[in-house]
Protein backbone atom coordinates (compact mmCIF):
# COMPACT_ATOMS: atom_id res chain seq x y z
CA UNK A 1 0.00 0.00 0.00
CA UNK A 2 2.98 2.89 0.74
CA UNK A 3 4.81 1.70 -2.32
CA UNK A 4 1.62 2.15 -4.31
CA UNK A 5 0.95 5.57 -2.19
CA UNK A 6 4.52 6.57 -3.36
CA UNK A 7 4.44 5.44 -6.56
CA UNK A 8 1.07 7.94 -7.28
CA UNK A 9 2.88 10.94 -5.39
CA UNK A 10 5.64 10.64 -7.95
CA UNK A 11 3.45 10.82 -10.87
CA UNK A 12 2.33 13.71 -9.41
CA UNK A 13 5.15 15.39 -8.83
CA UNK A 14 6.67 14.76 -12.36
CA UNK A 15 3.22 15.72 -14.26
CA UNK A 16 3.18 19.00 -12.29
CA UNK A 17 6.75 19.49 -12.86
CA UNK A 18 6.64 18.89 -16.62
CA UNK A 19 3.46 21.74 -16.08
CA UNK A 20 5.28 24.10 -15.12
CA UNK A 21 8.21 23.54 -17.40
CA UNK A 22 5.41 23.23 -20.12
CA UNK A 23 4.18 27.13 -19.31
CA UNK A 24 7.49 28.37 -18.93
CA UNK A 25 8.48 27.52 -22.14
CA UNK A 26 5.28 28.41 -23.83
CA UNK A 27 4.97 32.03 -21.76
CA UNK A 28 8.57 32.95 -22.40
CA UNK A 29 8.45 31.61 -26.35
CA UNK A 30 5.04 32.14 -27.42
CA UNK A 31 2.86 35.35 -27.92
CA UNK A 32 -0.60 35.63 -27.24
CA UNK A 33 -2.50 37.79 -29.36
CA UNK A 34 -2.90 40.75 -26.86
CA UNK A 35 0.94 40.58 -26.56
CA UNK A 36 1.38 40.27 -30.72
CA UNK A 37 -0.73 43.38 -30.91
CA UNK A 38 0.68 45.41 -28.28
CA UNK A 39 4.21 44.89 -29.70
CA UNK A 40 3.04 45.51 -33.17
CA UNK A 41 1.29 49.04 -31.41
CA UNK A 42 4.69 49.80 -29.84
CA UNK A 43 6.66 49.23 -33.53
CA UNK A 44 4.24 51.60 -35.11
CA UNK A 45 4.64 54.33 -32.56
CA UNK A 46 7.97 54.58 -32.64
CA UNK A 47 8.34 54.14 -36.20
CA UNK A 48 5.74 57.37 -35.99
CA UNK A 49 7.72 59.21 -33.33
CA UNK A 50 10.54 61.32 -35.74
CA UNK A 51 7.84 61.73 -37.98
CA UNK A 52 5.47 63.91 -35.37
CA UNK A 53 8.83 65.31 -33.82
CA UNK A 54 9.53 66.65 -37.26
CA UNK A 55 6.34 67.52 -38.31
CA UNK A 56 5.88 69.56 -34.29
CA UNK A 57 9.21 70.89 -35.08
CA UNK A 58 7.35 72.69 -38.00
CA UNK A 59 4.27 73.80 -37.29
CA UNK A 60 6.15 75.38 -33.73
CA UNK A 61 8.15 77.33 -36.83
CA UNK A 62 4.84 78.34 -38.27
CA UNK A 63 3.38 79.31 -34.84
CA UNK A 64 6.58 81.38 -33.78
CA UNK A 65 6.39 83.50 -37.58
CA UNK A 66 2.88 84.18 -36.74
CA UNK A 67 3.48 84.93 -33.16
CA UNK A 68 6.07 87.73 -34.75
CA UNK A 69 3.91 89.23 -37.17
CA UNK A 70 1.14 89.50 -34.41
CA UNK A 71 3.60 90.81 -32.39
CA UNK A 72 4.56 93.53 -35.05
CA UNK A 73 0.82 94.31 -35.36
CA UNK A 74 0.01 94.61 -31.75
CA UNK A 75 3.42 97.21 -31.05
CA UNK A 76 2.02 99.18 -34.12
CA UNK A 77 -1.63 99.47 -32.99
CA UNK A 78 -1.68 98.48 -28.92
CA UNK A 79 2.02 99.32 -28.38
CA UNK A 80 2.29 96.61 -26.57
CA UNK A 81 3.39 92.76 -27.25
CA UNK A 82 0.17 89.86 -27.79
CA UNK A 83 0.64 87.58 -25.29
CA UNK A 84 1.00 84.18 -25.95
CA UNK A 85 0.27 81.43 -24.31
CA UNK A 86 2.31 78.17 -23.16
CA UNK A 87 1.66 75.70 -26.63
CA UNK A 88 1.83 72.66 -24.16
CA UNK A 89 2.62 71.94 -20.47
CA UNK A 90 6.18 69.70 -20.48
CA UNK A 91 4.61 68.51 -17.00
CA UNK A 92 2.35 66.23 -18.50
CA UNK A 93 5.00 64.06 -19.67
CA UNK A 94 6.72 62.40 -16.87
CA UNK A 95 10.06 60.21 -16.78
CA UNK A 96 8.29 56.82 -18.50
CA UNK A 97 10.36 53.56 -18.52
CA UNK A 98 8.30 50.82 -18.47
CA UNK A 99 6.97 48.65 -21.86
CA UNK A 100 4.42 51.51 -23.12
CA UNK A 101 6.79 54.48 -23.26
CA UNK A 102 6.60 54.63 -27.15
CA UNK A 103 2.90 54.57 -26.50
CA UNK A 104 2.90 57.39 -24.21
CA UNK A 105 5.47 59.26 -25.78
CA UNK A 106 3.61 59.19 -29.09
CA UNK A 107 0.21 60.46 -27.33
CA UNK A 108 2.29 63.07 -25.35
CA UNK A 109 2.89 64.28 -28.98
CA UNK A 110 -0.32 64.04 -30.62
CA UNK A 111 -1.88 66.08 -27.73
CA UNK A 112 1.21 68.58 -27.97
CA UNK A 113 -0.07 69.16 -31.84
CA UNK A 114 -3.12 69.37 -30.99
CA UNK A 115 -2.57 72.09 -28.35
CA UNK A 116 -0.35 73.88 -31.36
CA UNK A 117 -2.82 73.74 -33.82
CA UNK A 118 -5.38 75.11 -31.74
CA UNK A 119 -2.59 78.05 -30.44
CA UNK A 120 -1.80 78.52 -34.15
CA UNK A 121 -5.76 79.17 -35.23
CA UNK A 122 -6.14 81.46 -32.28
CA UNK A 123 -3.35 83.49 -33.03
CA UNK A 124 -4.24 83.66 -36.98
CA UNK A 125 -7.57 84.74 -35.51
CA UNK A 126 -5.85 87.96 -33.63
CA UNK A 127 -3.99 89.00 -36.59
CA UNK A 128 -7.42 89.01 -39.00
CA UNK A 129 -8.68 90.75 -36.69
CA UNK A 130 -6.29 93.11 -35.78
CA UNK A 131 -5.57 93.61 -40.08
CA UNK A 132 -9.82 94.17 -39.87
CA UNK A 133 -8.73 96.90 -37.50
CA UNK A 134 -6.04 98.60 -39.48
CA UNK A 135 -8.11 98.46 -42.52
CA UNK A 136 -10.82 100.76 -40.60
CA UNK A 137 -8.22 103.06 -39.33
CA UNK A 138 -8.13 103.61 -35.67
CA UNK A 139 -10.60 105.66 -35.23
CA UNK A 140 -12.64 102.35 -34.27
CA UNK A 141 -10.35 101.87 -31.20
CA UNK A 142 -10.79 103.25 -27.53
CA UNK A 143 -8.50 105.72 -25.73
CA UNK A 144 -5.52 103.15 -24.49
CA UNK A 145 -3.29 105.30 -22.78
CA UNK A 146 -2.98 106.10 -19.21
CA UNK A 147 -4.04 109.78 -17.66
CA UNK A 148 -1.62 109.52 -15.31
CA UNK A 149 2.30 108.48 -15.63
CA UNK A 150 4.18 105.82 -13.75
CA UNK A 151 1.49 104.67 -11.50
CA UNK A 152 1.60 101.47 -9.89
CA UNK A 153 -1.06 98.89 -9.34
CA UNK A 154 -0.80 100.12 -5.75
CA UNK A 155 -2.12 103.35 -6.65
CA UNK A 156 -5.77 101.70 -8.29
CA UNK A 157 -8.98 101.93 -6.75
CA UNK A 158 -12.39 101.08 -7.15
CA UNK A 159 -13.62 100.89 -11.01
CA UNK A 160 -16.86 100.28 -12.24
CA UNK A 161 -19.81 98.73 -10.35
CA UNK A 162 -21.73 99.07 -7.07
CA UNK A 163 -19.27 100.76 -4.58
CA UNK A 164 -19.45 102.22 -1.02
CA UNK A 165 -19.18 105.92 -0.97
CA UNK A 166 -17.03 107.08 1.41
CA UNK A 167 -19.28 109.73 3.05
CA UNK A 168 -22.32 107.92 3.20
CA UNK A 169 -21.28 104.21 3.79
CA UNK A 170 -23.87 103.01 1.28
CA UNK A 171 -23.20 101.15 -1.77
CA UNK A 172 -23.66 103.79 -5.24
CA UNK A 173 -22.78 103.13 -8.72
CA UNK A 174 -19.31 104.18 -9.60
CA UNK A 175 -19.15 104.55 -13.36
CA UNK A 176 -15.39 105.26 -13.52
CA UNK A 177 -11.41 104.16 -12.15
CA UNK A 178 -9.84 106.07 -9.10
CA UNK A 179 -6.40 106.22 -9.49
CA UNK A 180 -4.58 107.75 -6.32
CA UNK A 181 -2.10 110.24 -7.45
CA UNK A 182 -0.39 113.02 -5.30
CA UNK A 183 -2.55 116.40 -5.69
CA UNK A 184 -0.92 118.29 -8.21
CA UNK A 185 0.31 115.26 -10.51
CA UNK A 186 -0.34 116.24 -14.29
CA UNK A 187 -3.17 114.67 -16.18
CA UNK A 188 -2.98 114.19 -19.64
CA UNK A 189 -5.48 113.12 -22.46
CA UNK A 190 -5.18 109.41 -23.18
CA UNK A 191 -6.18 109.78 -26.76
CA UNK A 192 -6.39 112.21 -29.35
CA UNK A 193 -9.78 114.21 -29.46
CA UNK A 194 -11.35 117.48 -28.72
CA UNK A 195 -12.43 118.92 -25.42
CA UNK A 196 -16.02 119.30 -25.25
CA UNK A 197 -16.90 120.32 -21.73
CA UNK A 198 -15.11 122.04 -19.06
CA UNK A 199 -16.86 122.48 -15.79
CA UNK A 200 -15.39 123.95 -12.39
CA UNK A 201 -17.29 123.23 -9.38
CA UNK A 202 -16.98 122.69 -5.90
CA UNK A 203 -19.55 119.59 -5.39
CA UNK A 204 -20.26 116.60 -6.98
CA UNK A 205 -17.32 115.57 -9.39
CA UNK A 206 -15.59 119.03 -8.72
CA UNK A 207 -13.67 120.48 -11.56
CA UNK A 208 -14.33 117.67 -14.56
CA UNK A 209 -12.87 117.77 -18.39
CA UNK A 210 -14.36 115.54 -20.95
CA UNK A 211 -12.72 114.69 -24.35
CA UNK A 212 -14.68 113.62 -27.19
CA UNK A 213 -12.54 111.28 -29.74
CA UNK A 214 -13.21 109.23 -33.07
CA UNK A 215 -15.24 106.57 -32.98
CA UNK A 216 -18.12 107.87 -30.41
CA UNK A 217 -15.40 107.84 -27.15
CA UNK A 218 -15.76 109.86 -24.44
CA UNK A 219 -13.52 110.14 -21.77
CA UNK A 220 -14.18 112.15 -18.43
CA UNK A 221 -11.69 113.42 -15.75
CA UNK A 222 -13.35 114.29 -12.63
CA UNK A 223 -11.98 115.87 -9.06
CA UNK A 224 -8.98 117.98 -10.72
CA UNK A 225 -7.13 120.30 -9.43
CA UNK A 226 -6.41 123.45 -12.13
CA UNK A 227 -7.33 122.77 -15.93
CA UNK A 228 -5.35 123.64 -18.73
CA UNK A 229 -7.35 123.27 -21.78
CA UNK A 230 -10.44 125.00 -23.16
CA UNK A 231 -13.58 123.88 -24.28
CA UNK A 232 -13.38 123.56 -28.23
CA UNK A 233 -9.45 123.10 -28.27
CA UNK A 234 -7.83 120.01 -29.72
CA UNK A 235 -5.51 117.86 -27.58
CA UNK A 236 -3.39 115.29 -28.97
CA UNK A 237 -2.99 111.89 -27.25
CA UNK A 238 -0.71 112.55 -23.98
CA UNK A 239 -1.26 116.46 -23.78
CA UNK A 240 -1.32 118.20 -19.50
CA UNK A 241 -4.81 118.81 -19.66
CA UNK A 242 -4.90 119.39 -15.76
CA UNK A 243 -3.70 118.43 -12.35
CA UNK A 244 -4.79 115.62 -9.70
CA UNK A 245 -6.55 117.57 -6.73
CA UNK A 246 -9.61 117.45 -4.26
CA UNK A 247 -12.57 119.40 -5.86
CA UNK A 248 -15.72 118.34 -5.67
CA UNK A 249 -16.88 115.56 -2.97
CA UNK A 250 -13.70 113.69 -2.90
CA UNK A 251 -12.41 111.57 0.28
CA UNK A 252 -8.53 112.15 -1.17
CA UNK A 253 -6.44 113.15 -3.71
CA UNK A 254 -7.43 110.92 -7.12
CA UNK A 255 -8.63 111.06 -10.89
CA UNK A 256 -11.96 109.93 -11.10
CA UNK A 257 -11.75 108.42 -14.55
CA UNK A 258 -14.21 107.44 -17.01
CA UNK A 259 -14.41 106.20 -20.48
CA UNK A 260 -18.01 106.11 -22.51
CA UNK A 261 -18.63 104.53 -25.97
CA UNK A 262 -21.74 105.69 -28.30
CA UNK A 263 -23.20 106.18 -24.30
CA UNK A 264 -22.83 103.12 -22.93
CA UNK A 265 -20.42 103.22 -19.65
CA UNK A 266 -17.56 100.68 -19.89
CA UNK A 267 -14.93 99.72 -17.78
CA UNK A 268 -11.69 101.58 -18.02
CA UNK A 269 -9.04 99.19 -16.40
CA UNK A 270 -10.14 97.25 -20.16
CA UNK A 271 -8.59 99.78 -22.28
CA UNK A 272 -5.41 100.60 -20.14
CA UNK A 273 -3.57 96.86 -21.41
CA UNK A 274 -1.72 98.86 -24.09
CA UNK A 275 -0.06 100.78 -21.24
CA UNK A 276 0.93 97.99 -19.33
CA UNK A 277 2.71 94.62 -19.46
CA UNK A 278 0.98 91.16 -19.37
CA UNK A 279 1.84 91.39 -15.16
CA UNK A 280 1.05 94.98 -14.30
CA UNK A 281 -2.08 94.40 -16.29
CA UNK A 282 -3.44 91.69 -14.09
CA UNK A 283 -2.37 93.44 -10.95
CA UNK A 284 -4.50 96.40 -12.49
CA UNK A 285 -7.46 94.39 -12.77
CA UNK A 286 -7.10 92.64 -9.51
CA UNK A 287 -6.96 95.79 -7.62
CA UNK A 288 -9.96 96.93 -9.69
CA UNK A 289 -12.01 94.59 -8.60
CA UNK A 290 -11.41 93.84 -5.37
CA UNK A 291 -11.49 97.26 -3.91
CA UNK A 292 -15.23 97.91 -2.65
CA UNK A 293 -15.36 101.31 -1.54
CA UNK A 294 -14.65 104.54 -4.15
CA UNK A 295 -12.89 107.70 -3.33
CA UNK A 296 -16.21 110.13 -3.90
Not at 191 to 218: C, F, L, P
Request: hydrophobic letters at 40%; aromatic letters at 10%.
Amino acid sequence: MWKLVKKILGYLAVTISLAIFYYVVFAYFVSTDTEKRLIAENRMYAEALPKLVEEAALIEDAVEGLTLRDDHIYLEVFNANAPIPDPANPNEYVNVADSVAEHRIARYTERKLDKVFENASAVEANFIKIMEKLQHGADSLPPLSLPLKDVSYAQVGASLGSKVNPFYKVEVQHDGLDLLAQQGAPVYASADGVVTDVIRSAKGRGNQVEITHDGGYVTLYAHLGSIKVTRGQRVSRGKEIATVGISGSSFAPHLHYEVHHNGVVLDPVNCLFASLDANEYANFMYMASKIGQSLD
